[in-house]
């Protein structure tokens, strides 16, 4: 029996779309794709903590990880940077701090900076917490959102990174008030009361179910739904109050897969990822998120991003949460970009004219170029260094695509028709 998602849970808000102004000149017409004609790079913000150490503003961009779109930060809103992890010998500083990107300014900065460097071996096991309190960055793959003033996040939003990915540390959620230039940090206080320990945030009776971050913003039921890479018991919704409830998992394992959600469609998505030969890189479950009824569909078309094998197989293994997905309304599919061609070129997911929680949606690929406008600036699509993951973000106030991908280059803004 389809299990229903409760509104009144939820306390549902249409939320009001921002509509979005004249475009800043340095978009490009559609097709096209340009250099953000940012005024510093990332390298010029470095907190003086981290200077001289190898990774410094690159942490960001190359550790796993990702970024969410800060709406309220600026009139037309900031891209914010959070990663971290990997260090390369116990003792060297754990690269903790976020990379703001504000496209009104045009200005990179950097903030959330501890007094001093936190070495990575002084973190608490229990609490992932260091002597100064504050957390340690880990890679953040699909597990960034925004959390915006109105829900109570800072002045300038907030950012949101669910769980600590690859560690023994219970999932929590660290919130960054990008608005601080020290410190910031808070965890949000949740309760899961349909588990056996509220306290904890569980995808799996039994135990947490894995911390490798799959997340969504649902801006209607003010709140983001999380899943984990693996096979676990639930999907859970996690309210902007805390409160959290979990459904049957949606697909019961997002090994290598991913989650969007399509708010005019009114359906939750999760996509698998898997072996080429198999039929898990077609696979796709709907849940509809009046009815709570959850439908199976496939795919057609070229399965993007595939890579080797985890048994050594040469282009086997297919890795949709490298991709940046997510849907667009004004788009009408969802889009990200595939890094494992060369150049790099951006796919969309295309819903059927009918029926889309049971229809076949479809791969491609779309064509875009160099803006010739953009004389100066990089002529190829950007590679990200260890995978795009959320780092690829449709920004609505520019009707366009940004992603960065290293501390001495600019961003690119693509442009789709």
């Not at 913003?217 to 109050?241: C, H, P």
Request: aromatic fraction near 10%; charge should be neutral; glycine fraction near 10%.
């Amino acid at each position: 029996m389809a299990q229903k998602i409760d509104s009144n849970v939820f306390s549902v808000v249409i939320a009001q779309p921002r509509v979005p102004g004249t475009l800043p000149e340095w978009v490009p017409p559609a097709g096209y794709f340009a250099d953000v004609p940012m005024r510093n790079n990332p390298q010029d913000v470095t907190p003086a903590i981290f200077k001289g150490d190898y990774f410094g503003a690159d942490s960001p961009f190359v550790m796993w990880g990702g970024s969410a779109i800060l709406r309220d930060y600026s009139p037309l809103g900031a891209q914010v940077y959070y990663s971290g992890g990997h260090e390369a010998a116990i003792g060297l500083p754990n690269m903790q701090f976020s990379l703001i990107c504000d496209f009104s300014t045009m200005l990179w900065s950097s903030a959330n900076i501890p007094l001093k460097a936190n070495p990575s071996d002084v973190f608490d096991q229990s609490n992932g917490l260091a002597p100064d309190g504050t957390p340690y960055t880990p890679h953040t793959y699909l597990g960034l959102q925004e959390l915006p003033a109105a829900w109570g996040g800072g002045k300038r939003g907030s950012l949101a990174s669910f769980f600590w990915a690859g560690s023994v540390l219970p999932n929590k959620i660290n919130v960054l008030d990008v608005s601080v230039l020290t410190y910031g940090y808070t965890q949000m206080k949740t309760v899961q009361p349909q588990n056996a320990d509220p306290s904890q945030i569980r995808f799996s009776r039994a135990s947490g179910g894995g911390n490798y971050p799959i997340t969504v913003m649902d801006d209607v039921r003010q709140g983001w739904w999380a899943a984990v890479n693996g096979s676990v018991e639930y999907t859970l919704f996690i309210s902007k109050t805390g409160e959290i409830r979990q459904y049957p998992a949606l697909g019961g394992n997002l090994a290598s897969g991913t989650m969007v959600i399509c708010p005019s469609l009114n359906l939750l998505i999760t996509i698998d990822g898997g072996y080429a030969s198999r039929s898990g890189p077609r696979s796709m479950h709907l849940r509809d998120l009046n009815s709570g009824t959850v439908t199976h569909s496939t795919t057609l078309g070229p399965v993007p991003s595939l890579t080797n094998g985890y048994d050594g197989s040469i282009n086997t293994f297919h890795m949709p949460d490298m991709l940046g997905l997510q849907w667009v309304d004004e788009l009408r599919c969802v889009v990200g970009i595939d890094q494992s061609v060369s150049p790099p070129v951006i796919v969309k997911l295309t819903p059927p004219a009918t029926h889309p929680a049971t229809g076949s949606w479809t791969w491609s690929t779309v064509a875009v170029q160099h803006w010739p406008k953009d004389a100066n600036g990089q002529a190829s699509l950007q590679v990200a260094r260890n995978g795009v993951w959320s780092k690829f973000r449709w920004v609505v106030s520019l009707q366009a695509f940004v992603y960065g991908t290293a501390q001495n280059r600019k961003p690119q803004v693509i442009k789709l028709n």
